[in-house]
């Protein structure tokens, strides 16, 4: 698997939970850290779990669900080390507990603004700057939910995830960067809730694994983090 020492991952959603984690799993391999948060001072757990790696930490603040949000991301990243050579689309909300026919328009489109829409505009921002440099690992975080109408939007915001995954793969066919997506599984976080399957550190080390894909590697895959989990029994 490539190495991902001296690279520059953004994070986002890295305040807390998968994104937490992720960004702990990827500065224990040397790599250079992007943070994100709606507010910065959000970052400062994290900051202070990083304190002791020997990577550079950069910090950015915004909405991923919002347009000026967008904005400032980006910005920031390029006021600070003005690139990006992974590019973690983590952030995400669930969507509000109703029953199928209550959703309203309203809740598709917050749940849609920043579990899709907001992953989008990132990748049509930074992505492009990967192409140039011939290196880039894109990893959309998914979900394996399914047969809960209830949670519709989020179900359906985190599908539509994966097909935007498998097309963005197919238009960078053939070049050296790579896009998957990553099904954590069902974790014990904020979002994930307390009655969740698994400890939210067991999304390492498989998380990372789309993220060390050597040229050539696989690209409009589905990730799932569980099936490397320490301890797993192998069939």
Not at 24 to 42: D, F, K, N, S, T
Not at 159 to 181: H, I
């Amino acid at each position: 698997m490539a190495s991902v020492d001296g690279k520059w991952a953004l994070i986002t959603g890295s305040s807390r939970g998968i994104g937490q984690q992720i960004a702990m799993g990827l500065a224990a391999g040397g790599c250079h850290v992007i943070l994100h948060a709606r507010r910065v001072e959000h970052l400062d757990q994290t900051m202070a779990l990083l304190s002791a790696a020997s990577v550079n930490i950069h910090r950015v603040a915004g909405d991923v669900g919002t347009a000026e949000g967008r904005s400032a991301i980006v910005q920031g990243v390029r006021e600070g080390p003005n690139q990006v050579d992974i590019l973690y689309n983590n952030a995400a909300i669930m969507s509000p507990w109703k029953e199928l026919w209550d959703i309203s328009e309203a809740d598709w489109q917050q749940t849609f603004a920043v579990n899709l829409f907001g992953l989008v505009e990132l990748c049509r921002a930074l992505v492009p700057g990967m192409w140039s440099r011939n290196f880039g690992r894109v990893i959309n975080v998914s979900s394996g939910i399914k047969d809960i109408p209830q949670l519709a939007p989020y179900s359906v915001s985190k599908a539509a995830v994966e097909k935007y995954t498998a097309d963005l793969a197919a238009e960078l066919r053939g070049s050296n960067v790579l896009v998957n997506a990553l099904d954590p599984g069902w974790l014990k976080t904020d979002l994930g809730g307390p009655g969740a399957d698994y400890e939210v550190e067991t999304v390492l080390p498989g998380a990372l694994v789309p993220a060390l894909l050597d040229e050539g590697g696989e690209s409009g895959t589905v990730f799932r983090a569980q099936d490397y989990r320490v301890g797993r029994a192998r069939s």
